[in-house]
């Protein structure tokens, strides 16, 4: 039981989870806007020992050093590894705060997500079409950069359609190989498919200038990461050939919205 739990910015809880988050504290205080700096978040946490945040806001080092009170951080959105988390979970550990996140959620409707545009744009459902004559993902070669659960199902899904597909990650995945999804070094595999979709973790860029042209031209892209998993200029560069398509489902994952006017981009505007 905690004395007080803080969420230092809006957490987007439904209300029975709103409701439910008082049986686990004496106080709850759920602020609605978001705090403008580290001083801010300082004076909201106060003397809290439960700290709520999502995505927008940042707990680093200076404020765990001013929050003395902290037990226990909850971060409201995802948590893949220290060097990708908005929480300093290096400095918590070493103070005794235990930090939680979210790894799998709404991992189904980024499936769906890829599965219909992708779809869409080979037939020409839309206003674009990929080639001359519409086209199956039968045989369709795709590269799936970070193979961990949403890349998984991805490459799943994509498989049930009879689509070719191919990943890269930081560690082997015997059990996915198993299924028939093959492993090759980056550089490889961005030079063997059709498609490159890259579900990595936030702040992780691993398609750069050098990677861009190994892909080539006439090449779809999606991201399906929290952020971008490119630079940015680079893809701005890759999108200038004229026959290269990027889908992303929000401008957090495209990078710089300056992009979204680009013939060549799809953004839904929507996580």
């Given amino acids: 039981m905690f004395k007080k739990i803080v969420a230092i910015e809006p957490i987007s809880l439904v209300k029975s989870a709103e409701e439910k ?11 609605e806007d978001m705090p403008r700096d580290d001083a801010e978040i300082i004076e909201r946490i106060g003397d809290a020992d439960g700290v709520l945040l999502s995505y927008t806001s940042s707990i680093g080092r200076e404020v765990l050093e001013k929050s003395s009170n902290i037990k226990y951080i909850g971060m409201c959105c995802s948590l893949y590894s220290p060097e990708s988390a908005n929480v300093d979970i290096l400095t918590a550990n070493k103070k005794g705060i235990a930090v939680t996140g979210i790894r799998d959620y709404g991992d189904e409707g980024v499936v769906e997500y890829v599965l219909s545009e992708l779809i869409r744009y080979l037939h020409g459902f839309g206003n674009k079409q990929w080639k001359e004559l519409p086209l199956e993902l039968t045989d369709l070669k795709v ?16 498989m049930a359609m009879g689509a ?7 560690t082997r995945k015997s059990e996915e190989e198993e299924k028939g999804i093959k492993y090759l070094p980056l550089n490889e595999l961005l030079s063997k498919v059709d498609v490159m979709i890259t579900c990595l973790n936030k702040n992780v860029i691993l398609i750069n200038e050098e990677e861009f042209k190994i892909f080539g031209n006439g090449k779809i892209m999606f991201n399906t990461s929290i952020g971008p998993s490119h630079d940015v200029s ?24 300056r992009l979204l006017n680009n013939p060549h981009v799809n953004c839904m505007g929507t996580s």
Wanted: a negative charge; proline letters at 0%.
């Fill in 21 to 31: 988050l008082h049986s686990y504290a004496d106080e709850v205080v759920l602020y």
């Fill in 234 to 257: 680079a893809l701005k560069k890759w999108l200038e050939s004229g026959d290269n398509e990027f889908f992303c489902d929000s401008e957090g994952a495209l990078g710089d919205d």
């Fill in 143 to 158: 590269g799936v950069v970070g193979l961990g659960t949403t890349g998984a199902m991805i490459s799943r899904g994509l």
């Fill in 164 to 170: 070719d597909l191919y990943y890269f990650s930081r």
